[in-house]
């Protein structure tokens, strides 16, 4: 009965080491000064779309532009 019961707890255990992450990264600069916002997605294709609505372009570290990277983190 025990076996039963441990089982499931450690294929839990596996599947959280396994997970993986996809951040959006944001960037936004105005009058010299700049802010970068990280917001977590559940792909990386939901991380492109939405970077493209909210930013204008990649992240190129220029001023007074919004900008956006997507990353994938584990």
Known sequence: MRKLLVLP???GFTSAINAKSYWLILSSG???SSALEKIERASMEQCEEQGEI??????KFKMNKK???CLKGK
């Open 54 to 59: 909210f930013a204008s372009e990649r992240i």
């Open 30 to 32: 105005a009058g010299g």
């Open 9 to 11: 707890l450690l294929l």
């Open 67 to 69: 900008q956006y990277e």
